[in-house]
């Protein structure tokens, strides 16, 4: 098993533009999240999913677009990027959310600057 | 507000001493608590984790501890080898009406073992 896979890991945009930073795991997990990282914050949840055709917001949503399609897909779709963005995100998928029977298992994350 | 943070933001100990990593939370509502483990360039890995019907857990070398009267939990890694040098997350997971896919990460450690 893979576990979960982020692409791409590296990425520089400019103010405005759009992308989409693909999330994939072969655990048929169902729930799925997105998180950003930033220094001296710890993690923010952004978006999550507790399954296909369901997503909710996080923490932090705004700015941000997902969909989930699939139980293995949770892409993450940047609008219109801002310098507010420049972060790492991180993937993560569990069975249940996080909870003890199922931990969540990140990716190794997507470092994004926006310039 | 709902917050988990960290007392210290870096810790250095000597390889083959115990380390201590604590952490607190303000969210008495929580009942689930996972510490997570952050090497450089990659994703959090699941260490260990508590639910609040306990107030110790333990694994291999790591002991976690859950003290709900304070609001404090810690991280017990008994002799500390250089390759758990990382940066080391607690996470909340509060209950919101019943609903639990919301981990709250802290700013986390930086434990840096010396040889």
């Known amino acids: 098993n893979a576990g979960v896979t982020q692409t791409p890991k590296f990425q520089v945009l400019k103010t405005g533009q759009s992308m989409t930073l693909q999330c994939a795991q072969d655990m048929n997990h169902e729930y799925m999240s997105w998180y950003r990282q930033d220094p001296g914050m710890g993690l923010r949840l952004i978006h999550y999913s507790v399954g296909a055709g369901i997503t909710d917001q996080g923490e932090v949503p705004n700015g941000y677009n997902v969909s989930r399609s699939t139980t293995e897909d949770f892409p993450l779709r940047l609008l219109s990027a801002a310098p507010s963005q420049t972060s790492v995100y991180f993937c993560?998928?569990?069975?249940?959310?996080?909870?003890?029977?199922?931990?969540?298992?990140f990716g190794n994350g997507t470092r994004l600057t926006v310039t | 507000g709902e917050s988990v943070g960290l007392h210290l933001p870096t810790l250095s100990v000597q390889e083959g001493d115990n380390s201590i990593i604590n952490c607190a939370y303000s969210n008495s509502a929580s009942d689930y608590f996972i510490w997570y483990k952050q090497e450089s360039g990659k994703g959090p890995q699941f260490i260990i984790d508590i639910r609040s019907n306990m107030d110790k857990r333990q694994g291999q070398r790591v002991t976690v501890l859950l003290n709900k009267t304070v609001k404090h939990l810690s991280l017990q890694i008994a002799a500390t080898q250089p390759g758990d040098s990382a940066v080391y997350f607690c996470?909340?997971?509060?209950?919101?009406?019943?609903?639990?896919?919301?981990?709250?990460f802290g700013t986390g450690t930086l434990l840096a073992v010396q040889p």
């Open positions: 993560a998928s569990g069975r249940s959310g996080g909870r003890g029977d199922s931990p969540l298992h």
């Open positions: 996470a909340e997971n509060p209950i919101y009406g019943g609903a639990t896919n919301k981990l709250i």
